[in-house]
């Protein structure tokens, strides 16, 4: 939809209202936040200072002076004059009362594989061997980037961590991503190391992933950026698994590098708040991806908060987001979030159905987890390959959550009644890359769950429902509008890397009341998801407003898999749509039409799909290519990408008589449908 049209026109709603479901008394007997004067803790009138709160749960090293600084609105600085450190937070703080504790459980793809229990000491050690590796021999420094492309081993954090303890920017590209997409956020974010894996599992396959540190460094060098090494983790230390041949010179093996450093101790860097802790990518409007900016100190304590609130963590609990730390939801909930409250927190390597659709329920049994963190995406696929599978193993879950799409009621009751076995509450977070943490969710003691609802704001967070003319949708109006946040919070990212101009016109343009105002009241956030908001206050987000795709709950943009298509020689234009699909949400249509000497055969359509996941990864693969003889447009020639989603959807097309070429529609429908 392009942001002339209006929100409520293009979103109907989902689903209706539905009933209430109370926390079970076994879970508010032990939780964290049983308080229903929450909300009232946070309200407007305690802006900002409440916050306090929130970074009161991490160690400092000085106080700030300045809670909230609006100065270079709307880039809000927060806790400004504070200093501390992520790693010190995360790992050392702990090793008085939790030495012997698990932090990490790593569970490999295979099960002949023997699970690893990484202790705090353990990850203490290795991160202090490996942060003494990125300095002496890397020569990395705080507010250096680097990048990495790592898979889901305990390597990943442990480097992440390693980073955060000098200051040092991490920049995680999800490991299926592609070479080139990786090669895109090097060049973008000026890395000149790249810290990656040989292999990896997947499906029961060891995957050769270094051959993309290959494919990013190549084309991060041709837009310019140079990569002077690459540090290699060895999914076998000693073995290398992979096929490319390896640079002199340039590529190195950790697990040899690290025996010059073992036992070295690196004194975690005491870094100011507002320094950056890590730039994590996102798609936006535009083909260019957006390096999304995090704090130190506002995020880490923004989730450290919604760990312990929302999610209930408490140090005893053993922890497991299924999400991959590739993305946001696993930086903040597998990482920074439950290692900063001394959980144990679970990593597993592989997919959830393998090799079978029990594999969660039996990893959940194996290592007694009790909090369980998944999408709407993995809920219907385990339910559709193995609805009665998790009634096989005995585990006990006290919380779950779900993040990343709605959830249908159908689907959420099958997550409460057959996965939590009515025991468990569940949290619906609604929250994105940009925000650091949760936005709306129950806090799940205090306010009641809803099935297909994400729930109030949290407390600190106040949401409120615009229509197109800037006007506020009142509670229980039944309409769709944009849901924005009226206030800045902690954890929310400071500014697009490099790119202040995109972060002001994407997020706040539309309704800053002046561009001047220094006022944080003047500058409410816009999300970019439609939403409607019930009488009682709960959200609900019907989806994206702009071009991006949610595909299995992973954030696409329509424009960056266009301009995929766009790189096959014979392609003149690409358009693609969101359509519905039963497992993962959305999935992706292609439609293209060719230049006037290209043939339309299979074989196109197959190098057009390949191209897609070569320039950006298996998960941006059409479901169809199809490749039209025109695209429907308008008079003044702009590409009519409704008109295909309605083709796609098998939905009523509208009129089209005022298109330029009307007759196009009915061939595609039938070329499509029939
Ligand atoms: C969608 C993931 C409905 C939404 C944390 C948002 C959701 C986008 C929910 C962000 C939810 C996320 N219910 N939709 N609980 N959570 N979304 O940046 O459209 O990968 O804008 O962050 O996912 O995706 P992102």
């Given at each position: 939809m392009s942001s002339n049209e209006s929100v409520e026109k293009h979103y109907s709603v989902h689903w209706q209202e539905e009933g209430l479901y109370q926390a079970p008394p076994e879970f508010i007997g032990q939780a964290n936040c049983t308080d229903p004067g929450i909300y009232e803790k946070f309200s407007l009138d305690k802006?900002?200072?409440?916050f306090k709160a929130f970074a009161d749960l991490l160690d400092w090293d000085a106080y700030w002076?300045?809670?909230?600084?609006?100065?270079d609105a709307p880039c809000w600085r927060w806790f400004v004059g504070g200093r501390l450190n992520a790693c010190y937070n995360c790992v050392d703080r702990h090793l008085d009362k939790?030495?012997?504790?698990?932090?990490i459980h790593f569970v490999p793809e295979l099960e002949e594989e023997k699970i690893e229990h990484i202790t705090y000491q353990e990850l203490y050690r290795r991160v202090n061997e490996t942060a003494a590796l990125l300095k002496d021999f890397a020569g990395l420094k705080a507010g250096d980037r680097v990048t990495l492309h790592l898979p889901m081993t305990p390597e990943l954090p442990i480097t992440m961590l390693a980073c955060a303890r000098l200051g040092i920017i991490h920049s995680e590209v999800f490991a299926g991503f592609s070479g080139r997409a990786c090669g895109d956020r090097i060049w973008d974010s000026e890395s000149t190391v790249l810290i990656t894996m040989d292999s990896y599992y997947r499906s029961g396959k060891l995957l050769d992933h270094k051959e993309k540190a290959d494919e990013a460094i190549k084309s991060a060098e041709k837009q310019g950026q140079k990569v002077d090494k690459v540090l290699i983790w060895r999914r076998?230390?000693?073995?290398y698994s992979s096929q490319t041949p390896v640079v002199d010179g340039r590529d190195y093996f950790m697990d040899e590098l690290l025996k010059n450093y073992f036992s070295v101790v690196v004194e975690p860097v005491s870094m100011?708040?507002?320094?950056?802790l890590f730039l994590m990518y996102t798609s936006g409007s535009t083909g260019r991806p957006k390096g999304c900016q995090h704090s130190i100190g506002g995020y880490l304590a923004y989730v450290t908060w919604m760990s312990k609130?929302?999610?209930?963590?408490?140090?005893e609990d053993v922890y497991?987001?299924?999400?991959?730390?590739?993305w946001i939801t696993g930086h903040s909930f597998i990482v920074y979030g439950p290692l900063a409250l001394a959980a144990s927190s679970v990593i597993y390597?592989?997919?959830?159905?393998?090799?079978?659709?029990g594999r969660p329920w039996k990893i959940a049994e194996e290592l007694g987890v009790n909090i369980f963190h998944t999408s709407p995406t993995a809920i219907r696929g385990l339910r559709k390959a193995?609805?009665?599978?998790?009634?096989?193993y005995n585990y006990h879950f006290k919380h779950m959550t779900t993040v990343g799409e709605p959830i249908e009621p159908e689907v959420w009751r099958w997550y409460y009644?057959?996965?939590?076995?009515?025991k468990a509450v569940i949290v619906d977070t609604w929250w994105q890359?940009?925000?650091?943490?949760?936005?709306?969710?129950?806090?799940p003691a205090v306010v009641p769950m809803k099935p297909g609802s994400a729930g109030p704001?949290?407390?600190g967070i106040h949401p409120i429902i615009l229509d197109d003319e800037g006007n506020e949708i009142p509670p229980g109006a039944g309409k769709a509008g944009n849901i924005c946040i009226k206030n800045p919070w902690p954890?929310?990212?400071?500014?697009i890397w490099k790119d202040k101009e995109r972060y002001i016109e994407t997020?706040?343009?539309?309704?800053?009341?002046?561009?001047?105002?220094?006022?944080?009241?003047?500058w409410p956030y816009m999300a970019g998801d439609a939403a409607v908001m019930a009488a009682d206050g709960y959200f609900r987000i019907l989806g994206r407003i702009d071009d991006v795709i949610n595909v299995a709950g992973h954030r696409l943009g329509t424009k960056e898999i266009e301009s995929a298509a766009l790189t096959?020689?014979?392609?003149?234009e690409a358009a693609v749509v969101s359509v519905n699909d039963e497992v993962k949400g959305t999935v992706p249509d292609l439609y293209v039409s060719l230049k006037p000497q290209a043939q339309a055969n299979e074989e196109l359509a197959k190098r057009i799909s390949n191209a897609v996941s070569e320039v950006i990864?298996?998960?941006?693969?059409?479901?169809h290519v199809y490749i039209v003889s025109d695209m429907p447009k308008t008079r003044?020639?702009?590409?009519?990408r409704r008109i295909l989603a309605s083709i796609s959807n098998y939905k009523d097309v509208g009129?089209?008589?005022?298109?330029?070429?009307?007759k196009i529609v009915e061939e595609i429908r039938r070329q499509v449908q029939d």
């Amino acid at each position: 939809m392009s942001s002339n049209e209006s929100v409520e026109k293009h979103y109907s709603v989902h689903w209706q209202e539905e009933g209430l479901y109370q926390a079970p008394p076994e879970f508010i007997g032990q939780a964290n936040c049983t308080d229903p004067g929450i909300y009232e803790k946070f309200s407007l009138d305690k802006f900002p200072e409440c916050f306090k709160a929130f970074a009161d749960l991490l160690d400092w090293d000085a106080y700030w002076h300045t809670t909230l600084d609006t100065s270079d609105a709307p880039c809000w600085r927060w806790f400004v004059g504070g200093r501390l450190n992520a790693c010190y937070n995360c790992v050392d703080r702990h090793l008085d009362k939790y030495r012997n504790k698990t932090a990490i459980h790593f569970v490999p793809e295979l099960e002949e594989e023997k699970i690893e229990h990484i202790t705090y000491q353990e990850l203490y050690r290795r991160v202090n061997e490996t942060a003494a590796l990125l300095k002496d021999f890397a020569g990395l420094k705080a507010g250096d980037r680097v990048t990495l492309h790592l898979p889901m081993t305990p390597e990943l954090p442990i480097t992440m961590l390693a980073c955060a303890r000098l200051g040092i920017i991490h920049s995680e590209v999800f490991a299926g991503f592609s070479g080139r997409a990786c090669g895109d956020r090097i060049w973008d974010s000026e890395s000149t190391v790249l810290i990656t894996m040989d292999s990896y599992y997947r499906s029961g396959k060891l995957l050769d992933h270094k051959e993309k540190a290959d494919e990013a460094i190549k084309s991060a060098e041709k837009q310019g950026q140079k990569v002077d090494k690459v540090l290699i983790w060895r999914r076998y230390p000693g073995t290398y698994s992979s096929q490319t041949p390896v640079v002199d010179g340039r590529d190195y093996f950790m697990d040899e590098l690290l025996k010059n450093y073992f036992s070295v101790v690196v004194e975690p860097v005491s870094m100011p708040a507002e320094d950056i802790l890590f730039l994590m990518y996102t798609s936006g409007s535009t083909g260019r991806p957006k390096g999304c900016q995090h704090s130190i100190g506002g995020y880490l304590a923004y989730v450290t908060w919604m760990s312990k609130y929302v999610q209930d963590i408490h140090p005893e609990d053993v922890y497991w987001c299924m999400a991959d730390i590739g993305w946001i939801t696993g930086h903040s909930f597998i990482v920074y979030g439950p290692l900063a409250l001394a959980a144990s927190s679970v990593i597993y390597e592989g997919v959830p159905t393998y090799p079978d659709a029990g594999r969660p329920w039996k990893i959940a049994e194996e290592l007694g987890v009790n909090i369980f963190h998944t999408s709407p995406t993995a809920i219907r696929g385990l339910r559709k390959a193995g609805a009665d599978e998790p009634s096989k193993y005995n585990y006990h879950f006290k919380h779950m959550t779900t993040v990343g799409e709605p959830i249908e009621p159908e689907v959420w009751r099958w997550y409460y009644n057959v996965v939590g076995r009515k025991k468990a509450v569940i949290v619906d977070t609604w929250w994105q890359t940009e925000n650091g943490g949760f936005l709306c969710s129950t806090i799940p003691a205090v306010v009641p769950m809803k099935p297909g609802s994400a729930g109030p704001g949290v407390p600190g967070i106040h949401p409120i429902i615009l229509d197109d003319e800037g006007n506020e949708i009142p509670p229980g109006a039944g309409k769709a509008g944009n849901i924005c946040i009226k206030n800045p919070w902690p954890g929310a990212f400071q500014t697009i890397w490099k790119d202040k101009e995109r972060y002001i016109e994407t997020y706040y343009r539309r309704y800053n009341r002046d561009p001047n105002s220094k006022d944080w009241r003047d500058w409410p956030y816009m999300a970019g998801d439609a939403a409607v908001m019930a009488a009682d206050g709960y959200f609900r987000i019907l989806g994206r407003i702009d071009d991006v795709i949610n595909v299995a709950g992973h954030r696409l943009g329509t424009k960056e898999i266009e301009s995929a298509a766009l790189t096959v020689e014979e392609v003149a234009e690409a358009a693609v749509v969101s359509v519905n699909d039963e497992v993962k949400g959305t999935v992706p249509d292609l439609y293209v039409s060719l230049k006037p000497q290209a043939q339309a055969n299979e074989e196109l359509a197959k190098r057009i799909s390949n191209a897609v996941s070569e320039v950006i990864g298996k998960i941006a693969r059409p479901a169809h290519v199809y490749i039209v003889s025109d695209m429907p447009k308008t008079r003044s020639g702009k590409l009519m990408r409704r008109i295909l989603a309605s083709i796609s959807n098998y939905k009523d097309v509208g009129d089209v008589t005022t298109l330029a070429n009307p007759k196009i529609v009915e061939e595609i429908r039938r070329q499509v449908q029939d």
